[in-house]
């Protein structure tokens, strides 16, 4: 389901270690017993450098070259480094926690009912084995039974409204961003099965591998639920022809990152106008939506393109798309071998050698069901007041020095700076976990019905999602669950949220010092405050509202900076001829050079930034970019760097780590980069935005 709140992401999902928040506890040992004890932690290893390397010359690896040497990617991971082995201990402790209230019998509907149910549902393997494919008969033959054009466009509503799937197009309900107290009903570009539409569009050799393996497996869930051979090849055939025609009108991924060139209001009726084989007004209701006369519309050129195709293509190929939409929505909740036709064909797109332990991705899947309700169990166990309390400070300090570099910026007028200083000002920041938490009112979860779990949850949201129709936005709700290592920035909001699971090394440790949280989590901080003015966020005012609230003449400036960004990363080569998409990127690189350079700001203001005392054989400031570094350690899987450059709007981390730092004086003389150093940029030409 489409996710209502955009938000711009930091980085993905990643878990930190619960010694993070560990005190000192226990009782002080003697001097017998403290020199038996493991030394004490260090922050910034040298041992996990390459210092063989010159830091001006590649600062990723110089920072993170041995432990990248020495620490192989798992076979079930496509990338590993510090965030993946933080999400592998966050995924430790949420089944610790799915393991306790899952063996012990709690009241109908209470929290702990559903959340260990749902766990013991999906763990249910001799249960879902038994059932193969049966979950989903009824709607494979209710496809069967389709005999005009009427009956697929019907069909695609109802597997829409009931759980079942979300054929044709995208559709979600969520603020206006033009009037960001209201929701509103929002349609956009959909259909379609691979991660992103250039693998239905290039020609190229890796593209056309993923292309031959997608219709293998089109052919192998077709097989699976009794069609023949030659058949199911024929339908591979299909499925593909309308997903590629689907594909060749949707808007690219950078195109989508203008908000402007997204907003386009209709009335009901006069959108209808546009498609006549999609009648909205007839539709909407079919959809549980009443009383709505004007909708949000993304790409209204792909909805005209699709009522074309609706009405070209025979209405036997759309019923094939619609069971294929049932099969490839239903295949990791069928029985085994539906499973692993789902892993042979995932598997060449990220490279992942041997599939997730089903333990773990129903610990994923229900973090990502009942992530309130699951939330609740993992803030009483893993979160701590003193954290809270802690980032609360550590915003402030960056508010107030965000707030500072915006004053003496040079190059932008007194007028736009008022209005940047009055956003500022209004960011609301939430922190750790909801006030109001989501309770799923209705939602049953049953112990053996694990498919059943997972449609009535899908209907859950959608009815939730339109019910919010007509209701004022209610600002207190989450886009993330509190476990989640991550962070996020709401444009419409005009807020920054850190879950709970992001309050832990190597973002953040009480017993670390100001350079490693500064560089850690202090830049994750003003990150998601640069999001408020990087160039999508920029574009929304203080309370949220898509309105222009620049100078002309500053916009220019800005966007001069900002193509600078662009060109830096255009020339970062990934994967053989890969390169970086600089303008894909551009929000989360601007983010990263701010947030940056406001935690270096800030930082400076401490008692530790402002001396020149070594830890572990380093100064303060080489401890700030290093922190900023080894946050970033790594390495992937070649097919999942390719995937990435396709659809992750982040780029990847050996340049999240060098390209901000080039821009930043402080580090040419923290490391002594000079000229005829690989990484050296001269003074005028180092990017200063905020």
Known sequence: ???????????????????????????????????????????????????????????????????????????????????????????????????????????????????????????????????????????????????????????????????????????????????????????????????????????????????????????????????????????????????????????????????????NKFAVTDFGKTTPHLNWVQLLPLMKINGQDTLLVSQPDFFKATDALLAATPVADWKVYLQWNILKGSASLLSSPFVKATFAYSSVISGQKVQTPRNERMSGLVDGSLGELLGQLYVKKYFTPAAKQYMVDLVNNLKVTLGERIQNLAWMSDETKARALKKLAAFTVKIGYPDKWQPYTGLVIERNDYAGNLKRISQWRYEYSVSQLNKPVDKTRWGMSPPTVNAYYSPTNNEIVFPAGILQFPFFDFKADDAVNYGGIGAVIGHEMTHGFDDQGRQYDADGTLRDWWTKDDAGKFKERADQVVNQYNGFTVLDTIHVNGKLTLGENLADLGGLNVAYAAFKKTKEGQSTTKIDGFTPDQRFFLSWAQVWRGSQRPEAAAQRILTDPHSPEQYRTNAPITNIDAWYAAFDVKPGDKMYKKPEDRTKIW
Request: with cysteine.
């Open 1 to 263: 389901m489409k996710q209502n709140v955009k938000n711009f992401m930091l980085m993905g999902m990643v878990c930190l270690s619960v010694s993070a928040f560990a005190t000192d506890g226990g009782k002080k040992g003697d001097a017998k017993t403290k020199s038996a004890q493991a030394p004490p932690k260090k922050f910034i290893d040298p041992a996990n450098m390459d210092l063989s390397v010159k830091p001006g010359d590649n600062f990723f690896d110089y920072a993170n070259g041995t432990w990248i040497k020495e620490n192989a990617i798992p076979a079930k991971e496509s990338r590993w480094g510090s965030f993946n082995i933080l999400h592998q201990e966050n995924t430790d402790r949420l089944l610790g926690i799915l393991t306790e209230v899952s063996k012990t019998t709690y009241p109908k509907g209470s929290l702990e009912q559903r959340v260990g149910d749902l766990y013991a549902s999906g763990m249910d393997s001799l249960a879902i084995e038994k059932r193969g494919y049966e979950p989903i008969k009824p709607a494979l033959k209710r496809i069967d039974k389709i005999t005009d054009l009427n009956g697929v466009v019907n069909e695609a509503i109802y597997e829409r409204v009931n759980g079942e799937g979300s054929p044709l197009f995208g559709f979600g309900v969520g603020q206006d961003s033009k009037h960001p107290t209201k929701n509103i009903l929002d349609l956009g570009q959909g259909g379609t099965g691979l991660p992103d539409r250039d693998y239905y569009l290039k020609d190229d050799a890796r593209t056309k591998k993923v292309q031959d393996t997608y219709k293998q497996y089109i052919i192998a869930l077709f097989t699976l639920t009794g069609t023949s051979p030659d058949e199911a090849a024929k339908n591979a055939a299909t499925v593909f022809g309308i997903e590629a025609a689907l594909a060749k009108v949707q808007l690219s991924r950078v195109a989508m990152r203008d908000p402007n060139k997204t907003y």
